[in-house]
């Protein structure tokens, strides 16, 4: 048991350590990320658009649960996925 926790204890320290030294690197670049996203963006506008979510869901309306269940899952666009429009 001692050697199951220990080895625990250091699993933790190791992945709190590679977590935040990918935070302190992100940290030192994203100004750069964010330019980067930027200019590849574009305007878009959204036509037919509607977004239905079950009230269990409603607290975290950006969480993917249950949006592979049927074409569309909770993100709607409008018109069938497989549809040609």
């Not at 709190?16 to 980067?36: C, G, M, T």
């Amino acid at each position: 048991m001692r050697e199951a926790k220990r080895i625990t204890e250091e699993e933790i320290k190791y992945q709190w350590d590679y977590y935040s030294e990918l935070a302190r690197q992100r940290n030192e670049v994203i100004s750069q990320i964010k330019e980067a996203l930027t200019s590849v963006s574009q305007p878009f506008q959204f036509e037919k658009w509607q977004r239905a979510i079950k009230y269990k869901y409603s607290w975290h309306p950006l969480c993917t649960n249950g949006s592979l269940t049927f074409n569309g899952g909770r993100f709607n666009t409008g018109n069938d996925v497989n549809s040609k429009e």
